[in-house]
């Protein structure tokens, strides 16, 4: 299967295992769609915050209580210069916005003041498996993007990648249909996750941050999760 293949049987939500400059027979995880693959680099965007020094953010609970579908997120971090072995005690931070899109830490004009609050951020360590779980809610949305999640990986406190997760739109739908959204209702500023402004260059790196997602009974959400390679040498 080519890389043109590929990128349209994921842009439809089909499970596809492409073969890649970087691809490597064993995959570190058990999940066989995930793909041995540097995660595409992306701008951390206008609401990131070095929160690294903050003990209270490094938890696996980032919602304070905060309303929305429950959503777990694991992120699986791995080295695709060796094997793509598992990495251990890498540092993951992510950060998102809430159901309404309003990000935490900042004073954003015409909507609201949320300096000196921490919602939707944390910061964890990887595990032996190189995974991290974040418990927190479906994002929402704002003006010309798309729902996603940022994140950044450090390794001995030095930054080694900054990107973003992408959602199936099928399911963003579904989510922004359901009762504590609905009352912004759907994102009408932007078509789909191929033109997103961050998603759209180039669009052949959007499959490697799709994540994975399956519905939860248990707690009427959603589990995720996104392979994330990292180069260290």
């Known amino acids: 299967m080519d890389r043109k293949e590929f990128l349209t049987k994921a842009l439809l939500g089909i499970a596809a295992i492409p ?18 693959a540097l995660i595409p680099e992306e701008d951390a965007g206008p609401y990131v915050l070095d ?9 696996s609970d980032i919602t304070e209580g905060k309303p929305g579908v429950p959503l777990v997120f694991t992120f699986k971090v791995f080295n ?5 072995a598992p990495i251990v005690n890498a540092r993951v931070d992510i950060w998102h916005c809430d159901k309404d899109g309003l990000y935490s830490g900042f004073k954003i004009p015409d909507r609201t003041d949320t300096t000196g609050q921490t919602f939707f951020r944390g910061i964890q360590l990887t595990d032996k ?19 996603h999640i ?20 099928d399911i963003t739908h579904i989510v922004y249909d359901s009762p504590l959204y609905v009352e ?3 994102n009408m500023t932007v078509v789909d996750n191929i033109n997103d402004i ?20 248990s707690t009427g959400g959603y589990n995720a999760e996104l392979a994330v390679g990292v180069a260290v040498t």
């Open 150 to 169: 940022h994140f950044q990986v450090f390794l001995n406190n030095g930054l080694v990648a900054t990107s973003q997760v992408a959602f199936p739109e």
């Open 80 to 84: 695709v210069k060796n094997n793509c």
């Open 19 to 36: 073969v890649l400059l970087e691809a490597c027979k064993d995959s570190p995880t058990d999940n066989e769609t995930d793909v041995c």
């Open 51 to 59: 929160l690294a020094a903050n003990p209270h953010l490094f938890r």
């Open 198 to 217: 961050a998603f759209e260059d180039p669009i052949a790196d959007l499959p490697y941050q799709l994540c994975s997602i399956t519905p939860d009974p």
């Open 129 to 147: 498996n190189g995974h991290v779980t974040f418990k927190t809610i479906y994002p929402g949305w704002y003006p010309d993007r798309m729902t």
């Open 184 to 186: 912004r209702g759907q």
